[in-house]
């Protein structure tokens, strides 16, 4: 088998058990991060060389589109990651960074259960991090914090490790007020610097560190400045290597969809929980009645139209017989899949907490809700465009 037959191979069991399973996005205000970030992930799981990542830019990249299976806009990825021993998949779905986009970032939040909110040390809370919280948190998607760009703290600013304690403290309170005020009702989703919610580091440099990794290592912020300053940030790549601490802050922390689905559909559709329909949706039910939502269309030269999918009730399947209840027309499900690193792969089926791409829907639009012609269920909630914040943090 070559290392792809793995991972796929990998990937299509991990897909039929929700508990290992994390649909997650990355955002953040432009330039703050967010691709360099993402690329980390991408090496980690083996789809670039570690080296790399922070100068290639997979997210970004248009120039290879040549050499995907299917040109994808919005690239997304599933990833295996390890984590105490176990495999995890870990979709990730890439988001605009610029605030134009913003319908795309909220379509991209109906497809996830958490995020990773990346806030430059530097600038701190910009009005696209407020934006992007807002949107996160409005459909009830989870966060969690990287404060990036510590190294230019270190470097170009000469911080010294209280005043880098100072600022994270500032950063970190500001979106945890933030997250305070735009939280849903029933959601208590502060951030905790001792828990391991919130990380710091350099995306660039590859290294970053929280709480619990300083307990476990013994590394402290003056032992970071020392690394920095001495220009020794490749030795601190190898100790506190970023995409485990993230790893570890997305497992642990942002909820599998078989959890974040159980207070999400209330939310999001508005059909009768207890009927069949609603049961499958709310408990994640590979089994149950189809209930998707497409969150993304695509348009390939040879593929038509690519949607991206968030299944979250019963199972796509390949030739499959679909209806748009938006629509109000049946569609065959022509191929079917996941993103895995920047290409995609078929498989037959794709069940219920999982992020897929179908082809063969005739004129699919973002938000239409999928099922099988004999249910017919209700709509899932339109995705609302939020673009603007309402409210600036200084
Ligand atoms: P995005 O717009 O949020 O996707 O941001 P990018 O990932 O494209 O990064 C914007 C710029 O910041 C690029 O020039 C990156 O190389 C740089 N950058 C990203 N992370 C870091 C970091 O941790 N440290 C430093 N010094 N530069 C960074």
């Not at 996830?112 to 910009?126: F, L, N, P, Q, Y």
């Not at 929980?273 to 149950?288: D, F, R, W």
């Not at 299944?311 to 629509?327: H, N, P, S």
């Amino acid at each position: 088998m070559t290392r792809k037959e793995k991972i796929t191979a990998k990937i299509k069991e991990l897909m039929y058990g929700p508990k290992k399973i994390r649909n997650i996005c990355i955002c953040a205000h432009i330039d703050h991060g967010k691709t360099t970030l993402s690329d980390n992930l991408m090496a980690a799981a083996g789809f670039i060389s570690k080296d790399l990542a922070g100068e290639q830019r997979i997210m970004d990249s248009k120039s290879d589109e040549k050499d995907r299976e299917i040109i994808i806009d919005a690239a997304n990825a599933s990833m295996v990651q390890k984590y105490n021993g176990e495999d995890y998949l870990i979709n990730l779905i890439d988001t605009p960074g610029h605030v134009d986009f913003g319908g795309d970032v909220t379509r991209a939040m109906r497809a996830v259960d958490g995020a990773v909110v990346v806030v430059c040390a530097v600038d701190g809370i910009k009005p696209q991090t407020e934006t992007v919280l807002r949107q996160a948190l409005k459909e009830n998607v989870k966060p969690v914090l990287f404060i990036n760009k510590v190294d230019r703290l270190i470097n170009e600013l000469r911080f010294s490790d209280e005043e880098l304690k100072e600022r994270f403290l500032k950063i970190f309170m500001d979106v945890n007020n933030l997250i305070k005020k735009l939280s849903p009702d029933n959601q208590d989703w502060q951030l905790d610097v001792n828990d391991g919610s919130v990380a710091f580091g350099s995306a660039y440099q590859n290294w970053a560190i929280n709480v619990p990794t300083m307990q476990e290592t013994g590394i402290k912020f003056s032992d970071i400045v020392e690394y920095c300053i001495q220009g020794k940030s490749n030795e601190l790549a190898k100790r506190l290597p970023l995409y485990d601490v993230l790893i570890n802050m997305v497992i642990e922390h942002l909820p599998s969809p078989d959890v974040a689905q159980a207070y999400r559909v209330p939310k999001i559709w508005n059909g009768d929980i207890e009927s069949p329909v609603g049961q499958a949706l709310i408990n994640t039910s590979a089994k149950g009645p189809l209930g998707a939502m497409i969150t993304n269309v695509a348009e390939s030269d040879h593929a038509g139209f690519v949607s991206t999918c968030r299944v979250y009730g019963g199972t796509l399947q390949k030739g499959g017989e679909i209806y748009l209840v938006g629509a109000k027309a049946k569609s065959r499900i022509q191929r079917v899949g996941v993103f895995v690193g920047p290409n995609t792969i078929d498989t037959e089926k794709v069940p219920a907490g999982n992020i897929a791409f179908i082809t063969g829907i005739k004129n699919p639009t973002a938000g239409e809700t999928l099922c099988l012609a004999s249910d017919k269920i209700d709509e899932f909630e339109p995705i609302d465009h939020i673009s603007e914040p309402v409210v600036t943090v200084a």
